[in-house]
């Protein structure tokens, strides 16, 4: 175990001396990894933003029933109401309505200026179920309904946010196994170079008892903190990105009045893009190792 | 502790190097091969350290049957061997120190145990006051003796040397002969290669003399 442990830390240590002995180079790849990392990373933080932002106002899946001047309210919040489909009612009457308007900032010269109330009487109904689908389905049973005017579904530009949230996350993801492929590869040619100019020391070690465990440990520590860097970089990256960006952002929230801010990743979420980059050298190298150690 | 019983040796699409071998060495014994170039001494030495494998026949070293040795088995027979090649293998990116250092990295000793190891071992070969030397800047002869420290510094009981007086003068030549032998006297086994006619007859008692592959005294 002790053993075990200093051969371990003996191949950590040649590996680091490797990667100080080329700082250029070293410094270079993980430039290039940090720089690729990054894309996917700022577009998941970016996203991570933007859902945050969308959940401040909350989406219920809500229903609005216009109403025909001559509907039957009583016959038909019955009818609504024995809808399994549709979980809570509420009426606003016409003059409510125009209340609630009246309220409303910069409208309440608007409706003193009206000769009468143009708004008609409505149902808000709040659906069981928030599927697009299934509101969808539910505003046309209540469209063909006697005495209705209009059905609108409230929260149809929640559902589309959510579609190209869902797009972007799926873009991203592609964009990550691009640019993990691209790491691997990276990591792979600098691993195979390592080796190319480590032949001499590699045949002889071979020659002097060292077993294969041995003669790989170092390259894939290599690979492993060759990642690690790339993915602290990337994450560097990121934050610089962010700042610039936030310096925007503040003049236009000012403007509306808000104090937003971008937010860097999770704590958890940074780690993980520093692990998968880890991981990914260690891959590269592992591909390499496996080509050209034999 | 070496033996060969029947042993053929044909490299991928060559002729044969060694045909129908068959000697045995016992532990401590001290035994010299000879042949012109190409006779196949240096092909005899790659089979004991299973650097390279039999085509036919066995060798067996140290009660291990080297020809059918696992990958995974043979740098442990390795680092039981000593081993100098006809090329030196030298490593000229690090110190003397450093290259006796080599074999013991890859073995259990503490770092503590190591340095004094290989500090005895330079000793033994005059090189001590060398340590900090980069190879390079070694005569041929001194080249050699670190060769031969680094085959030492693992305390093997079969030291194998291959024709580690060549390009010498005869000054050299004896001090490598010199401390070879020493090793050999408290019980190391020792197998060398040499065109050396005027060293073989000094001090061979055991000679295996190849001819195109063929052992022509054993
Ligand atoms: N790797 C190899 N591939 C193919 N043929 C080889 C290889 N190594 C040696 N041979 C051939 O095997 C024969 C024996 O070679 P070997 O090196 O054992 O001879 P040697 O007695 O050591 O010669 P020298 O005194 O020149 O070192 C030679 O004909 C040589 O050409
Ligand atoms: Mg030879």
Known sequence: MRTWLRQHRGAFTRAVHKLLAQRAATLLNALVIGVALSLPAGGYALLANLQGVAQRFTFEPQVSVFLKP??????????????RRVAALRFVSRDEALAELRVAEGLADVVAALERNPLPDAFVVRAADGGAAALEGLAGTLRALPGVAN???????AERLAALARIGRLALAALAVLLATGLVAVTFNTIRLQILTQREEIEVSQLLGATD?????????????????????????LWAGLAVLNAGVRDLAQAYGSSFQLVFLPGRDALAVVAFAALLGW???????SKYLR | ???????????????????????????????????????????????????????????????????????????????NLGLVFQDHKLLYDRSVFDNVMLPLSFGTLAPRDAARRVRAALD???LLARERANPIQLSGGEQQRLAIARAVVNRPAVLVAD???????????????????????VGVTLVLATHDEALVARHGRRVLQLAAGRLARA
């Open chain 1, 70 to 83: 001559e509907a039957k309210r009583a016959e038909l919040e019955a009818r609504l109401r024995a809808d």
């Open chain 1, 151 to 157: 059905v609108q579904v409230d929260s149809a530009w």
């Open chain 1, 213 to 237: 465990a041995f003669v790989r440990r170092p390259f894939f520590y290599l690979g492993l903190l060759q990642g690690l860097a790339g993915g602290v970089l990337a994450l560097a990256i």
């Open chain 1, 283 to 289: 891959l590269g190298a592992l591909l390499s190792v």
């Open chain 2, 1 to 79: 502790m070496i033996s060969f019983s029947a042993v053929s040796k044909r490299y991928p699409g060559g002729q044969e190097a060694l045909a129908g071998i068959s000697f045995s060495l016992a532990a401590g014994e001290l035994a010299f091969v000879t042949g012109h170039s190409g006779a196949g001494k240096s092909t005899l030495l790659k089979l004991i350290a299973a650097i390279e494998r039999p085509t036919a026949g066995s060798v067996v070293v140290n009660g291990q049957n080297v020809g059918a040795l696992k990958r995974g088995a043979v740098p442990y027979l390795r680092r």
């Open chain 2, 124 to 126: 033994k070969v005059g």
């Open chain 2, 163 to 185: 024709e580690p007086t060549a390009n010498l003068d005869a000054e050299s030549a004896a001090r490598i002969v010199d401390i070879l032998l020493s090793f050999n006297q």
